[in-house]
C-alpha cells in the first residue's frame, strides 16, 4: 500500500548514533530530523509532527520516558520508538504500557531499524486514515442521509437527489444489483418534504393478479377470495412516494393501468366505480436497461417516458473504489453492534484486497463481507469454493472449503448445529471437533437480518 512520506523524528545526545542513525535512514529515502536535545524536538511535536518518533531513553536533562509522556500528551496517535543502549528491557516493557509504540535495542543492524521505521509509519498512516474514515462516517449520519460515498460520482448523485427530491417528478433508477436502488429511493423520499409515506412494492416478486389488487385495492367481493374491502399501495402512498422495485417485471397490461393512472392522477378500487385522485411520486428501479426493452416492445414506451423524467443511475462498487474502506468501515461498525463484537481496524493488506475485489453483489455483497470479517471469518464466502490454487499445500485447501461449508450451513440453519448436523450428514461429534478445530462459534450466526448475500 502507498503511504505518504512520513519523516523521523531522532533524538540521541551521542552525536557519533544521530549521525548513524541520519545515513541509514536517508540511505532508506526516509526523511529525517536529528536532535541532541529533546526539548527541541518536543518543540517540533507541539508544531505537529507528520510522522514518527525515535528517541534514545538515557539523557540527561530530559530522558526519553520524560519525551514519551509530553510527546503523547500532545498527539495521542504518534508513534514512539524507544532506543536502549544497556538492555534495560524492563524500562522498554514499561515504556511501551505507557503507549510507547515499540523499542529497539542498540546496537541494532540497519535494515532492522529501517524496517522498525517503515512499520511504524505504515502505523500512523493507518490510524489516521482511520480517523478520517469516522469523521467522514459521522458527516454523513449528521446529514441524515443514509448514502454514504465521497466518490466524484456520488457527490454527483447526492447533488442530483439534492435538486429534484422536492419536485413532484417521476423519478427512475437504474443500478447494478445491491448497488444502492432503494437505499437511494429512501433518501430521496426523506428529503422530499412530502407529507405521506414511502411504499414499496417488487413488481418482479408477485403474480400480475395480485400486484394489481396490491396496487389499486379492492372492495369486498370484487372477486373471489376478496371477501374484505381493502385499502391498495396507492392509496397508501397518496402525498408520499410510491417506490415500484423491478418495474420491468410489471405485466404490460398493468403497465396500461399505470399509465392511466399518472395521467389522470386518480384512480378506482376493483369492484368499485368511485374515482378518487392522488397525488403520487413514483419513483421505479431497475436493473436492465428499460429504453432498450422499451424499443423491442418489452415494456411500454409511453410509461417508460412518463416515468423517466429524471434519471438516476447509480455505478457500480468497483466504478468507486475509493468509497470501498468507507463502506466497509460503515457496515463493521454496524456488525459491532449487531453482533456484540468488536473488530480490529483494517490493515493495509486487507484494504489493498478489497479494492480489488470486482463485487459483482456491490454494496450488499461488501456488507456482508464486513459481518463475516466482524465475525472472524474469510472475507469472500465462496473462497476456496471455486478456486483451487496449485501453489497452496492441499490440507490447507481442503481446510479452507472445509471450514466454508460448514460456516455457510451455519449461516443458513441460523446457527441452529441440530439442523447443520442433519444437512451436512455428519455425526455431532465431528462437527464439533471441527468447530472447535476452526474456532467456529454457532452462537455467532444467530439473529441475523433478512437481507441475503447478493451470492446466495
Ligand atoms: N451508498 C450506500 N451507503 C450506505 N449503505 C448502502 C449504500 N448503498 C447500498 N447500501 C446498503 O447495501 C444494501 C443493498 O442496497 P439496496 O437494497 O438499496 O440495493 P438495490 O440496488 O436495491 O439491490 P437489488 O438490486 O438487489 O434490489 C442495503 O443494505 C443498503 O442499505
Ligand atoms: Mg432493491
Request: charged content about 25%; hydrophobic content about 40%; aromatic content about 6%.
Amino acid at each position: 500500500m502507498k503511504f505518504p512520506a512520513y519523516s523521523v523524528l531522532f533524538v540521541d545526545d551521542d552525536a557519533d548514533v544521530r549521525e548513524a542513525a541520519q545515513q541509514t535512514l536517508e540511505l532508506a529515502d526516509i526523511v529525517v530530523e536529528c536532535y541532541g536535545e529533546p526539548e527541541k524536538a518536543l518543540l517540533r511535536i507541539k508544531q505537529g509532527w507528520p510522522g514518527i518518533l525515535v528517541t534514545d531513553i538515557r539523557m540527561p536533562k530530559m530522558d526519553g520516558m520524560a519525551l514519551l509522556q509530553a510527546a503523547i500528551a500532545h498527539d495521542p496517535e504518534l508513534p514512539v520508538i524507544l532506543v536502549t543502549g544497556h538492555g534495560d528491557v524492563a524500562t522498554a516493557v514499561r515504556a511501551m504500557r505507557d503507549g510507547a509504540y515499540d523499542f529497539i535495542e542498540k546496537p541494532f543492524a540497519p535494515d532492522y531499524f529501517v524496517d522498525v521505521m517503515r512499520r511504524a509509519m505504515a502505523h500512523r498512516h493507518l490510524l489516521s486514515e482511520n480517523r478520517n474514515l469516522k469523521a467522514e462516517l459521522a458527516k454523513h449520519t449528521a446529514s441524515g442521509t443514509g448514502l454514504i460515498g465521497r466518490a466524484p460520482s456520488m457527490e454527483k448523485l447526492r447533488a442530483l437527489i439534492g435538486n429534484i427530491a422536492g419536485t413532484d417528478a417521476h423519478v427512475m433508477i437504474n443500478g447494478e444489483t445491491g448497488a444502492g436502488k432503494e437505499v437511494v429511493a429512501r433518501t430521496l423520499h426523506d428529503i422530499s418534504g412530502r407529507t405521506g409515506p414511502f411504499v414499496a412494492i417488487n413488481c418482479g416478486a408477485m403474480p400480475e393478479n395480485l400486484i394489481e389488487s396490491e396496487l389499486f385495492g379492492h372492495e369486498a367481493g370484487a372477486f373471489t377470495g376478496a371477501d374484505q374491502k381493502r385499502v391498495g399501495k396507492f392509496e397508501f402512498a397518496d402525498k408520499g412516494t410510491l417506490f415500484l422495485d423491478e418495474i420491468e417485471s410489471m405485466p404490460l397490461s398493468l403497465q396500461v393501468k399505470l399509465l392511466r393512472v399518472l395521467q389522470e392522477r386518480a384512480f378506482e378500487r376493483l369492484g368499485s366505480n368511485k374515482v378518487q385522485a392522488i397525488d403520487l411520486r413514483v419513483v421505479a428501479a431497475t436493473k436492465i436497461d428499460l429504453r432498450a426493452a422499451a424499443s423491442r416492445g418489452a415494456f411500454r414506451e409511453d410509461l417508460y417516458y412518463r416515468l423517466n423524467v429524471v434519471q438516476l443511475h447509480i455505478p457500480p462498487l468497483r466504478d468507486r473504489v475509493e468509497d470501498i474502506p468507507l463502506l466497509f468501515q460503515h457496515f463493521m461498525e454496524l456488525a459491532k453492534d449487531r453482533f456484540g463484537r468488536d473488530f480490529s481496524p483494517l490493515t493495509a493488506s486487507e484494504i489493498s484486497v478489497l479494492t480489488r475485489h470486482d463485487w459483482p453483489g456491490n454494496v450488499r455483497e461488501l456488507r456482508n463481507a464486513a459481518e463475516r470479517r466482524v465475525l472472524g471469518l474469510d472475507l469472500f464466502a465462496d473462497e476456496g469454493k471455486t478456486t483451487a490454487d496449485a501453489t497452496v499445500p492441499l490440507p490447507r485447501q481442503v481446510e479452507a472449503f472445509e471450514k466454508n461449508v460448514i460456516c455457510e450451513a451455519l449461516r443458513q440453519q441460523g446457527g441452529n448445529v441440530t439442523a447443520v448436523v442433519s444437512v451436512l450428514g455428519v455425526p455431532r461429534k465431528t462437527l464439533y471437533d471441527k468447530l472447535a478445530k476452526y474456532d467456529i462459534v454457532p452462537g455467532n450466526f444467530r439473529n441475523r437480518h433478512n437481507d441475503q448475500p447478493a451470492n446466495s
